[in-house]
């Protein structure tokens, strides 16, 4: 039988496929990658040019949605870079200054280990530590009841309550 498709009808070719080697995947990606341009947002110079979206999300351990929110909304990374995809030719200088790929992403990864994340409808909260002789205290001041709650290893709720003083005037834990 013959039918009347779109099929070849003599078997060709090796049944094995290889793997593609590493310099034809760069070539590639280079080709069909759009470049990503990291600047600072302090000085506002050009730091750092990658390749394409997948090299920077490999490199930096970036979620996709945090950098499509940096590059499509203008939201600085970090509160420190300004990622784009298109090279802004009045901050940049020429290709010596930029910095090596190894400096940016220690750069990074220093910066996030400091890097606060602040909910926009979170409320700053103060508390005052008291010893049950009351004689020494200090005040402490956190981003949001969730990080007074990891501070304090206690229930969300209860704590919650403490704060609109629906337990009176009691301290929490007696502090």
Do not use: W
């Not at 990606?29 to 999300?57: A, H, M, P, T, W």
């Not at 508390?127 to 290893?153: D, H, M, Q, R």
């Amino acid at each position: 039988m013959k039918p009347n498709l779109n099929v070849d009808l003599i078997a060709r070719g090796s049944a094995f496929n290889y793997p593609m080697s590493e310099q034809i995947k760069l070539k590639l990606q280079l080709e069909r990658g759009k470049k990503v341009y990291i600047y600072c947002k302090f000085c506002v110079n050009l730091l750092y040019i990658f390749n394409s979206r997948q090299d920077l999300y490999n490199k930096l351990s970036i979620h996709h949605k945090t950098l499509n929110e940096a590059i499509n909304r203008g939201i600085f990374y970090l509160d420190f870079f300004i990622i784009t995809n298109e090279l802004v030719e009045e901050y940049f200088n020429e290709m010596s200054n930029l910095l090596l790929e190894e400096n940016v992403i220690n750069l990074i990864k220093y910066l996030k280990e400091f890097y606060l994340l602040k909910h926009p409808s979170s409320k700053m909260v103060r508390a005052e530590f008291k010893a049950k002789n009351a004689s020494y205290s200090f005040i402490k001041e956190f981003n949001s009841i969730n990080s007074l709650v990891k501070y304090l290893k206690g229930d969300k709720s209860t704590i919650s309550k403490y704060l609109k003083n629906l337990k009176g005037n009691k301290l929490y834990r007696g502090k």
